[in-house]
C-alpha cells in the first residue's frame, strides 16, 4: 500500500520569497514520486519526478525537490516565487513504472505582491 | 508531444441521465489509460485504470456497473457515468500512458467537469 501526506493546505508566500512545500510517503516497495501543479478548472502539469536517481530533482519553472529516503520526503522547493506559481500543488506516489498514482491532498498557494 | 484531450470538457445533465466523456491520446498510442475524479478543493482519487482491449480494473468503492469504462482502441477510452445524480457532480480527469515511452510518465487530459441537475 502506498500514502502520501502533504502538510498544509494551503500556503501563503510573497512574491520573491521561498517556497516550501512539504510531501510525505509511504510505500512497502522504492518509490517513484511526483510534483504536479493543477491551475482553476484544468488537469495536471508534471513539475518533476523521482525515479531511484539522483536524488536532487530539478523541474520546470525553476522547481527542485529532494528525495530522502531516512525522512520518507520529497519536499518542493523553489527560491523564489513568482505571482504565476499561484495554483494547486500535488505530491503523488507510484510503485515503479507505470502503475497508478497515489496523490496527497494537495497544498494550494498565494502568491501576494 | 504526449498530448492528452478529453471532450466534453464541462457537461450539465439532468438526473438520472446517462453522459459519456472521451480520452484520447493526440500523439502516442496509450496502452493503459487512467480515470480520476476530483471533488471541490480536494485531491484526486483513482476511479479506475484501464488498459486496451480488457476489463477495467476498478477501486475499491467504485461501482463499475455506474461508471462504464472502455478502452477500445489504443488512442480512445470512454468514461460512462449512468443514471447520474447530483453526487457524481465532479471534474473527471483521465490519463495516458505506455510503458517505455518518456520514462513511463502519466499525461493527464485538460478534465472535464459534469454537474448533473
Known amino acids: 500500500a502506498q500514502s502520501v501526506t502533504q502538510l498544509g493546505s494551503h500556503v501563503s508566500v510573497s512574491e520573491g520569497a521561498l517556497v516550501l512545500l512539504r510531501c510525505n510517503y509511504s510505500s512497502s516497495v522504492p518509490p517513484y514520486l511526483f510534483w504536479y501543479v493543477q491551475y482553476p478548472n484544468q488537469g495536471l502539469q508534471l513539475l518533476l519526478k523521482?525515479?531511484?536517481?539522483?536524488?536532487l530533482v530539478k523541474g520546470i519553472n525553476g522547481f527542485e525537490a529532494e528525495f530522502k529516503k531516512s525522512e520518507t520526503s520529497f519536499h518542493l522547493t523553489k527560491p523564489s516565487a513568482h505571482m504565476s506559481d499561484a495554483a494547486e500543488y500535488f505530491c503523488a506516489v507510484s510503485e515503479g513504472a507505470g502503475n497508478k498514482l497515489t496523490f496527497g491532498g494537495g497544498t494550494r498557494v498565494l502568491v501576494k505582491p | 508531444g504526449a498530448v492528452v484531450s478529453q471532450h466534453p470538457s464541462w457537461v450539465i445533465c439532468k438526473s438520472g441521465t446517462s453522459v459519456k466523456i472521451e480520452c484520447r491520446s493526440l500523439d502516442f498510442q496509450a496502452t493503459t489509460m487512467f480515470w480520476y475524479r476530483q471533488f471541490p478543493k480536494q485531491s484526486l482519487m483513482l476511479m479506475a485504470t484501464s488498459n486496451e482491449g480488457s476489463k477495467a480494473t476498478y477501486e475499491q468503492g467504485v461501482e463499475k456497473d455506474k461508471f462504464l469504462i472502455n478502452h477500445a482502441s489504443l488512442t480512445l477510452s470512454t468514461l460512462t457515468v449512468t443514471s447520474a445524480h447530483p453526487e457524481d457532480s465532479s471534474f473527471y480527469i483521465c490519463s495516458a500512458l505506455t510503458p517505455g515511452l518518456a520514462g513511463d510518465e502519466q499525461y493527464f487530459g485538460p478534465g472535464t467537469r459534469l454537474t448533473v441537475t
Open positions: 523521482y525515479t531511484s536517481a539522483a536524488t
